[in-house]
């Protein structure tokens, strides 16, 4: 940690893509805390003999018109377009994403059962139920067919929550509703469209996601980026946090870390905020990066794999999207576990291997140079139905506090790279408006 600063107007804790952001944009009277070694969260990379890997597929999509300008300044000419080539791998067979509008290929009965219960589907009537859950809104969508053999059992596997016992607050952005004929004509192999917020998506040509995040940080002032430096305590009533033992002031604290973990920070948190942290739910990825001393047979992106008897619920191939992730001839993977279970790495490689092969992510067991197992702690919010009540009471406990929770796990929601920076944007666009220093101020600090 570089030198501990007595106080600043801006304590922003966490250098992922939200705490850079927000400085960026707040500019002037911010120090940042991150407590890792170097910028990045969950954007960041890691590269080993040539390969390169994310933290799982981070392929980015950009809404935002500042935010492609911000992208697209920072990094220019060193991101490439890549037209999405993802899909699923079930019953043997490789068929198009979304499965939902591509069921051409899958078994014939498969594909009827799919068809029928899609065209006969009905909301499902849940007498006195008041939330409307996310295996609801699988059947009323797609009915009971596309439901079992991929949006159940792919989710369930993805979540580590069955979807009856989540909610479908998430998903509207994410799961792609075909219509009627679009089905019809994806069950024949007729269905031209590519569906999907992510079709196209941009990637740094060299260096992996990371090159996102490390150029937003080479944009701030060094002094003020305090790497090595967890807060260990937020002091609400005080305004101070207290990093390497020292404690600083501020007016206004930004908090990226998980939400979770901001609450256990608090010196005395009051009993409804203890009440609501309890209920916060969230799951854990267990993935592996393998790396390949061939390329693979198949040039698919990722695949989605909803089968039960496969140890794995997806698998992707950075080098497919970006040759610089490997080195010639060679491919760097990722392959996220269906089990969050601790295992040894050469039990698990003994499950993923045969399903690489089989899938056509590898071309023989022989091409394995290296693999490490790799878990992220805080990975997906589970939307329960405590989530609503629970987020609210934190939030405005926090900003009755001054203290502003943003991002993927300070906002506790389900967002991309983009919609972590847009937050850091709009959070220190809001402190820059409320915490307005009067001239007087301004003359005395
Ligand atoms: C498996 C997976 C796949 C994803 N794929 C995509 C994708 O393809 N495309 C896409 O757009 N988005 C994707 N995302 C989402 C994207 O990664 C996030 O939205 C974004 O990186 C979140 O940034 P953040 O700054 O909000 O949080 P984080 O990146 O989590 O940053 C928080 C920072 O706080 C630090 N910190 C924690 N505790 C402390 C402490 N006590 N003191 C100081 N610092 C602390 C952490 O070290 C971290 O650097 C994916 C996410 C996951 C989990």
Same mark, same amino acid.
């Given at each position: 940690?570089?030198? /501990? ?13 939200? *705490? ?12 940042? %805390?991150?407590? =890792? ?15 390169? %890997? ?13 935010? !492609?300008?911000?992208? =697209? ?15 699923? @791998? ?6 198009? @994403? ?23 589907? !009905? ?10 859950? %996310? ?16 949006? +159940? ?20 952005? %994410?799961?792609?509703?075909? &219509? ?15 569906? *999907? ?11 992996? +996601? ?24 937020? $002091? ?82 950075? &080098? ?22 601790? !295992? ?14 089989? &899938? ?6 022989? $091409? ?8 992220? $702690? ?50 220190? !666009? ?9 001239? $007087?101020?301004? &003359? /005395?600090?």
């Amino acid at each position: 940690m570089s030198q /501990t600063p007595q106080g600043a107007d801006w304590v922003i804790v966490g250098g992922g893509l939200c *705490g850079l952001t927000a400085a960026r944009y707040l500019r002037h009277g911010w120090q940042l %805390f991150e407590a =890792g070694s170097r910028p990045g969260g969950v954007a960041r990379s890691v590269a080993r003999q040539g390969h390169i %890997f994310d933290q799982t597929g981070h392929w980015l999509h950009l809404r935002d018109r500042g935010m !492609k300008r911000l992208v =697209g300044g920072l990094l220019g000419d060193e991101l490439v377009a890549v037209g999405r080539r993802s899909g699923i @791998y079930s019953h043997g067979v490789h068929t198009r @994403y979304p499965f939902q509008a591509n069921l051409y290929g899958l078994p014939p009965a498969v594909v009827f059962e799919c068809l029928q219960t899609f065209l006969d589907r !009905k909301p499902p009537h849940r007498p006195g139920r008041r939330v409307r859950t %996310f295996e609801d809104f699988i059947l009323e969508h797609f009915g009971e067919g596309i439901a079992r053999h991929f949006m +159940i059992p792919y989710n369930a596997r993805l979540w580590g929550v069955h979807p009856r016992d989540m909610t479908d607050a998430w998903c509207r952005r %994410f799961v792609p509703l075909p &219509s009627r004929d679009e089905v019809l004509a994806g069950a024949v192999g007729a269905n031209l469209t590519e569906m *999907g917020y992510n079709v196209r998506f941009l990637y740094p040509r060299q260096g992996g +996601i990371e090159r996102l995040p490390a150029s937003l940080a080479e944009g701030l002032a060094g002094d003020r980026v305090h790497c090595n430096a967890p807060v260990e305590r937020v $002091d609400h009533l005080g305004h101070r946090v207290r990093v390497g033992g020292e404690w600083i002031g501020y007016r206004a604290l930004v908090s990226t870390v998980p939400l979770p973990e901001l609450c256990k920070m608090l010196a005395a948190p009051p009993k409804p905020v203890v009440r609501a942290a309890e209920r916060l739910r969230w799951t854990s990825v267990r993935y592996l990066n393998v790396a390949l001393s061939h390329r693979p047979p198949k040039d698919f992106h990722w695949i989605y794999v909803p089968q039960a008897k496969y140890p794995a619920y997806r698998v992707g191939v950075f &080098s497919n999207a970006s040759p610089g992730n490997a080195p010639a001839r060679g491919a760097s993977l990722y392959v996220e576990l269906a089990s969050r279970a601790h !295992k040894r790495l050469d039990r698990q490689l003994g499950q993923v291997v045969p399903l690489l092969v089989e &899938s056509g992510a590898m071309r023989r067991p022989d $091409d394995l140079k290296f693999a490490t197992s790799e878990c992220i $702690d805080y990975a997906y919010v589970v939307f329960d139905r405590h989530y609503h009540r629970a987020r609210r009471t934190l939030h405005s406990f926090f900003a009755d506090h001054d203290i502003y929770p943003r991002g993927r796990y300070g906002s506790w929601d389900y967002g991309s790279m983009e919609d972590a920076m847009c937050e850091g944007r709009e959070v220190a !666009k809001l402190l820059r408006k409320r915490y307005k220093r009067t001239p $007087d101020e301004s &003359s /005395t600090s």
